[in-house]
Nanobody, 118 residues
Framework: QVQLVESGGGLVQPGGSLRLSCAAS????????MGWYRQAPGKQRELVAG????????RYADSVKDRSTISRDTAKNTVHLHLNSLKPEDTAVYYC???????????WGQGTQVTVSS
C-alpha cells in the first residue's frame, strides 16, 4: 500500500515558479514509475511529466517540456516537479501518481491546487 501526499501548490503570478512535492508513505524505490498529472476545470486529466524507477525523466507534456523538471529522491520517497514561467493555462489540480511496474497497479494522491493569476 502506498499513500501519496502532494504539497507546494498555491496562487502564483504569471511568469512565476513553483515546486510541487509528492511524499510517499510506503517505499517507491525501484518498483514504481512516478508521474505528475493535472486536471483543469472541465478538462480531462493529463500527464504532465513522468520519471522512471531509476530517476530518468521519461516524458514531459509538450505544453510544459521547456518549463518543467521532474525529479525523485528514492531515499526520501519523494518526487518533485519544478514548474517555471507559469501561465494561466497551467491552472489545475496537480496529482501525483505511482505506477507499480510489476503489477500495473497505480496509486493517486489527493491533489494540490495550482492557480496562476495576477
Amino acid at each position: 500500500q502506498v499513500q501519496l501526499v502532494e504539497s507546494g501548490g498555491g496562487l502564483v503570478q504569471p511568469g512565476g515558479s513553483l515546486r510541487l512535492s509528492c511524499a510517499a508513505s510506503g517505499s517507491i524505490s525501484s518498483d514504481y514509475i512516478m508521474g505528475w498529472y493535472r486536471q483543469a476545470p472541465g478538462k480531462q486529466r493529463e500527464l504532465v511529466a513522468g520519471i522512471s524507477t531509476s530517476g530518468v525523466p521519461l516524458r514531459y507534456a509538450d505544453s510544459v517540456k521547456d518549463r518543467s523538471t521532474i525529479s525523485r529522491d528514492t531515499a526520501k520517497n519523494t518526487v518533485h516537479l519544478h514548474l517555471n514561467s507559469l501561465k494561466p493555462e497551467d491552472t489545475a489540480v496537480y496529482y501525483c501518481n505511482a505506477l507499480r511496474v510489476t503489477s500495473g497497479y497505480e496509486y493517486w494522491g489527493q491533489g494540490t491546487q495550482v492557480t496562476v493569476s495576477s
